[in-house]
């Protein structure tokens, strides 16, 4: 359990500077102040105006819980982490820093380094190889669209939502472009009414009728903010569907608030495709929450890992605890050939068979589609 004693931190909190975002744990390479790690309160500053409301909201949760709060605590030092989970230290400088939220880390196993939820954010020494046939991005976005907006597939828009995630996954396709995980400006990020619409003028032609929300973490937004968003995107009459990709709500639980399925009630169809990839991440915790996901229709998406996902009995456990909770699994992604991640690579030969099992192992719909991306290709290939 995480209570034990103080540690150190390399991180402390500081507002967060983008309108609506919430406070982030600032990533400093040194270590700057003893304190307990479950004491949260340290170092806040809360300058984010929307920080007052988002606190009066979350009166209502399940659990009482301020998600903003729990992720404004989150560890950013390795040696904390390490000590915290009994393993033994990992000394390697990526320039893509650990960040996770203490509700995932308590999801791990103590005294276990392969831990499959540990692996996924504990920077390692394979990071620093350079492999051949993996770049820094390997599926050209940064050609591919302007001002956040890509447009790569007929009918849909992807919007860069936010530039924060909840949490720092190793195998991230856009971990090279840390700390903003992309090149280009975020219309939402924007403060100023008419530089939020200049860009989205763009998906009012062009038959687009779907936009998605990605990121970073579009769920990084307070809920006032995304509602906000969500009512710009409804006032365009060509869009019939939403759809939001993120992990918040498997890293912190807490992000689901009565609040944000309100938000997610619009007039037309909302799909929120959650990444999740092991079955340790659905814990009690999440499964409380998600009780309150009334509004948007429910998908998930994993990615294909090696030791972490890349076996029958742990992918048959993921989806099956999926659809008892009525997660559709929707995509099991083929990973993205981003460099320092090719130590986290499945061969596809080996992801074909795995779907071959689930398929006489499961329900029809609690298999996903087995799919990589390839840049400048129309649609994603199916495996
Ligand atoms: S949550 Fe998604 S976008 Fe964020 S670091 Fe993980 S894989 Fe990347």
């Known amino acids: ?4 004693g103080d540690k150190r931190i390399t991180g402390y909190l500081h507002a967060n ?9 600032r990533i400093r390479h040194k270590t700057l102040a003893k304190t307990s790690i479950f004491n949260k309160a340290h170092f806040v500053q809360f300058r984010n105006p929307y920080r007052r409301l988002l606190l009066r909201t979350s009166q209502t949760n399940v659990s009482d819980t301020d998600w903003q709060t729990e992720f404004s605590a989150a560890v950013t030092d390795t040696n904390v982490l390490c ?7 990992v000394n390697v400088e990526t320039g893509y820093p650990l960040l996770v939220p203490k509700p995932f880390i308590q999801r791990m196993e103590t005294g276990n380094p392969n831990d499959p939820l ?16 993996f770049s820094a991005d390997p599926l050209n976005e940064s050609a591919a669209g302007t001002n956040g907006i890509l447009i790569k597939y007929p009918h849909r828009a992807l919007v860069l939502a936010s530039p924060h995630c909840g949490i720092h996954c190793r195998f991230c396709f856009r971990r090279c472009q840390y700390p903003f995980h992309f090149p280009h400006t975020f219309p939402f990020q924007q403060k100023n009414e008419a530089d939020i619409l200049m860009p989205l003028h763009r998906i009012q032609d062009g038959g687009i009728e779907e936009i998605i929300l990605s ?6 937004f307070g809920d006032e903010r995304l509602s906000e968003i969500c009512q710009h995107i409804i006032q365009m ?5 939403l759809r939001i990709h993120s992990r918040l709500p498997i890293v912190l639980p807490s992000r689901i608030t009565p609040q944000l399925n309100a938000v997610l009630d619009l007039p037309i169809p909302v799909y929120l495709v959650l990444h999740v990839n092991h079955p340790n991440e659905l814990n009690d915790a999440f499964v409380q929450h998600r009780r309150l996901l009334r509004s948007p229709v429910l998908l ?32 099991l992604h083929q990973l993205d050939k981003i460099q320092s991640a090719a130590h986290f690579e499945v061969s ?8 071959k099992q689930l398929r006489s192992r499961l329900s029809g719909y609690a298999v996903p589609r087995y799919v990589r991306e390839v840049a400048g290709a129309s649609c994603k290939e199916i495996l």
């Open 348 to 355: 596809i030969e080996t992801g074909c068979r795995l779907i």
């Open 300 to 331: 998930s998406q994993t990615v294909l890992l090696r030791r972490i996902n890349d076996d029958i009995e742990t992918l048959a456990k993921l989806f099956t605890a999926l659809t008892d909770i009525g997660i559709v699994p929707y995509y």
């Open 1 to 4: 359990m995480l209570e034990a």
């Open 215 to 220: 990121g970073g973490d579009p769920l990084m």
């Open 17 to 25: 500077l983008y309108a609506g975002e919430t406070p982030r744990p």
């Open 118 to 133: 540990l692996l996924q954010v504990l920077p390692q020494p394979e990071e620093l190889q350079e492999t051949i046939g």
């Open 83 to 89: 000590r915290h989970l009994d393993v033994p230290a």
């Open 237 to 241: 009459p060509n869009i019939k569907r």
